[in-house]
């Protein structure tokens, strides 16, 4: 990732979210959410490449309270590099500014709660994504940091399907919005998405990280047996009341 436009194309793909410019000053564009939209856009299946929707949501939200739209991604050109100003949590701040030396204290914003990545190519695009979600969820209690949470909790051997884990983050109506987050995980290694499938077991042709032979790979090495492309439930599904899972992320 090294331009604006990747950066506030995957800032945007976030549910609720919005571009501004508010200095009049094209140098600073930054992406905002509307914290109380989030889980109303989550139901109603918000996408990225949905325009016409996506168009519609930003406009109730930009119109909306203002005192609930924050920004997490800021971007600036400086010294020659695209720069993001990201919000960073007490935990990560200290690992990313000492693992990468283009990850540093915030450029004219709290050095401790902030941080600014300059895309001069030396940071892992999985890396900057992760700084960015980590940002987004920082700002809002949101579905989809909730969506990965119930992701988390999928036990080795098992799987679970969409409507399952809309219903371990808490809202049994957004189930669209599962395989939106999914589709955007940042963290594949440790957001296991392979164990989701469809309400008949079948594997996902979609599967972001490969197709589904790809996906059916993950889930064997898991120890699920898959044919033809799905999964047998009975067997390997999960029971939701038997998962543990807070809401309190």
């Not at 930003?58 to 005192?67: F, G, K, L, V």
Request: proline fraction near 4%; charged fraction near 25%.
């Amino acid at each position: 990732m090294k331009t604006r436009e990747e950066a506030l194309k995957y800032g945007l793909s976030f549910p609720g979210t919005y571009q501004e410019a508010p200095f009049h000053d094209d140098n600073w564009q930054l992406v905002r959410v509307n914290t109380a939209m989030t889980s109303v856009v989550a139901e109603n299946g918000y996408s990225s490449e949905n325009n016409s929707r996506k168009k519609n949501v930003s406009d109730t939200i930009r119109n909306s309270d203002n005192s609930k739209n924050k920004v997490f991604l800021w971007t600036y050109e400086r010294n020659g590099f695209m720069n993001l100003n990201v919000k960073t949590s007490t935990e990560w701040r200290d690992f990313w500014r000492s693992t990468y030396r283009s990850v540093l204290p915030g450029y004219h914003q709290n050095k401790e709660h902030w941080s600014t990545i300059i895309l001069d190519g030396s940071i892992p695009d999985r890396e900057i994504k992760r700084m960015i979600a980590e940002s987004y969820d920082l700002v809002t209690d949101s579905p989809t940091k909730r969506i990965y949470e119930a992701v988390r909790k999928i036990p080795h051997g098992h799987v679970a399907t969409y409507a399952q884990v809309a219903e371990l983050a808490g809202n049994k109506r957004m189930s669209r919005a599962v395989g939106n987050a999914l589709h955007h995980n940042p963290d594949p290694e440790n957001i296991p998405c392979y164990r989701v499938v469809n309400s008949k077991g079948e594997l996902s042709e979609n599967f972001a990280f490969g197709g589904s032979s790809a996906q059916a790979k993950l889930l064997r090495a898991d120890g699920v047996e898959v044919a033809e492309g799905k999964v047998n439930l009975l067997k390997y599904g999960i029971k939701v009341s038997a998962v543990t899972f807070s809401t309190q992320i």
